[in-house]
Structures are given as C-alpha cells and as structure tokens.
C-alpha cells in the first residue's frame, strides 16, 4: 500500500515560512516525478512546484522565487520550503507522485496539510 505522509503545515503571519515534508512509502520513489499541489476554499487544486527525477524544478507563478521545492531520494520524501508567506497561498497543501512508464504511470496523493497565513 503506498502511501504519501505530509507534515509540516500549520498557522504562520504574512512574511514567515513554513516548510513541508512529504515521507513517501514507494519503493521506487526516485523515479517519481513529486509534486506540490494546493487547493483553497472554492478553488482549484493547482500546482505549486514539482521536481523530475532528475532533479528539474518547476514552479507555479505565484509561488516563483519564494518557495523551493527539493527531495531526498534516500530518504524517499520531497520537501516545500516556504517563505515570505501570504494570506493567498492559504490552502491545503498535497503532495504528488507522478510516475512514468517504467511504473505503468502510476498517480498517487497524500492527505493533504493545511496551511494558513494569517495575522
């Protein structure tokens, strides 16, 4: 049963950080494109960054040059360092394992962390 754990999420002012972790139970996670998705109140779910196995990054505008995303494949987790927060990234934080071919293209999410940026 593969399973992705977020961690991490919490209450932050406008200006602070916040990182979030994701612990990956995929025995071939480095092949795993991982991804940041967020989802507000009546919104939809849209990508913050995602990182290949390769270790290309890509990032959502609104998030460019603020947050970092990174992962540990020895340690099968991808991590989403926040900062200078603002109410609008408001959301619930997922954590995404997109695989390819090699894994018969199997998707898999986490739970889910809620993160709130308010005063």
């Known amino acids: 049963q593969v399973q992705l754990v977020e961690s991490g999420g919490g209450l932050v002012q406008p200006g602070g950080s916040l990182r979030l972790s994701c612990a990956a139970s995929?025995?071939?996670?480095?092949?795993?494109?991982m991804g940041w998705y967020r989802q507000a109140p009546g919104k939809q779910r849209e990508l913050v960054a995602s990182?290949?196995?390769?270790?290309?990054?890509n990032y959502g505008d609104s998030v460019k040059g603020r947050f970092t995303i990174s992962r540990d494949n020895a340690e099968k987790s991808v991590f989403l360092q926040m900062n200078s927060l603002k109410p609008e990234d408001t959301a619930v934080y997922y954590c995404?394992?997109?695989?390819?071919?090699?894994?018969?293209?199997?998707?898999?999410w986490g739970q889910g962390t809620q993160v709130t940026v308010s005063s």
């Open positions: 995404n394992a997109d695989g390819n071919r090699l894994v018969g293209f199997r998707n898999y």
């Open positions: 995929i025995s071939t996670f480095s092949i795993y494109t």
């Open positions: 990182i290949t196995s390769a270790g290309t990054t």
